[in-house]
């Protein structure tokens, strides 16, 4: 299925009102093909289009002319508050492709989509699968997690979670994504005593307060385990979505659309449901070696004496 299709779909493009997150050089929704979207982003238009212009990726510096007007800069401030200022009768859906791994409060994106969404709300999202992109070796995010970051109320990413983006980022044959078929040889990017050293410099600025965003992944997913933080988050009232739909990408993503619910599952039924998710990421992880060049010997370079 086309990816613009399904991220679309269920979406009325005559009489809908929505948010497009992030869009950059390739909205999904353009307001350009009619769509009565409300571009978010991080800086305006003009700031879009230095990054893009001067980026080194040529296909990006090719397709700038499709950076649309931003409509609302979200700096500092809720989701909700910042869109509902533009249109205060609330959103038909909402658009966010390779976004929500890098909101520091998983739980409170959910919270505020869930605020400005009228009747009948889709969310729908692209999400990168850790399998196949440079997050191969960070574990899973659980709702554990989740509800540290929430309990937290997180606006910037942990030095933790900045020496593990660092420290543990990889390429396959020298690319940060790659097809689920693909085949090569991982390598890591960034020496350890280089990851320790951003991270010793991040901490020292968020101890005395100069320390600035940095965008990073902080929450890593496969298809099943999304499924299963959704499930957990929402069986303890603190989200109100559920996935009604979830296939894989065309690449190194999945594709999820999310609507709103007030049905809980059994208490049974929820025990059940965990843990078929559990089992079914870890057979995720497991199927994603087969294709890659692992070392199935490791020589730690221990002396012959040494136990």
């Known amino acids: 299925m086309d990816r613009s299709e399904f991220l679309l779909r269920g979406i009325d493009h005559a009489t809908a009102h929505g948010i497009e997150i992030g869009p950059f050089y390739n909205p999904i ?3 350009a093909a009619g769509w009565n979207t409300t571009v978010v982003d991080f800086t305006d238009q003009d700031g879009l289009l230095q990054t893009a212009t001067t980026h080194s990726n040529a296909t990006i510096r090719e397709m700038a002319g499709n950076i649309e007007a ?6 500092d401030v809720r989701l909700d508050e910042a869109c509902l200022r533009k249109r205060p009768e609330g959103f038909d859906y909402l658009i966010a492709s390779h976004a929500i791994e890098h909101f520091p409060d998983i739980i409170t994106f959910f919270q505020e989509v869930s605020a400005l969404a009228r009747p009948d709300f889709i969310l729908s999202l692209a999400v990168p699968d850790c399998r196949m992109t440079f997050d191969f070796f960070r574990p899973l995010s659980t709702s554990g997690e989740a509800l540290r970051a929430h ?7 942990t030095p933790e979670n900045m020496f593990e983006a660092w420290a543990y980022m990889i390429n396959l044959n020298g690319a940060g994504a790659w097809l689920p078929s693909g085949q090569g040889t991982l390598e890591l990017t960034t020496p350890l005593a280089d990851a320790y050293d951003k991270y010793a410099k991040y901490r020292r600025c968020i101890t005395d307060g100069t320390q600035s965003y940095v965008d990073a992944h902080c929450w890593i997913f496969t298809p099943n385990s999304f499924l299963l933080m959704v499930l957990e988050l929402h069986a303890l009232g603190l989200i109100d979505f559920v996935v009604t739909e979830l296939e894989p990408g065309e690449g190194s993503e999945f594709w999820v659309q999310m609507r709103k619910s007030n049905d809980k599952a059994a208490a049974a039924d929820l025990h059940r449901m965990r843990l078929a ?13 087969r ?10 370079g221990r002396s012959p004496s040494a136990p």
């Not at 309990?151 to 990413?157: C, G, Y």
């Not at 998710?277 to 070696?289: G, I, M, N, P």
């Open 151 to 157: 309990r937290e109320q997180r606006t910037m990413h």
């Open 291 to 300: 294709f890659l060049k692992l070392p199935s010997h490791i020589d730690l």
């Open 29 to 31: 929704a353009p307001k």
């Open 277 to 289: 998710l559990l089992t079914a990421a870890r057979r995720e992880l497991a199927e994603s070696v």
């Open 70 to 75: 931003v409509d609302v800069v979200w700096r």
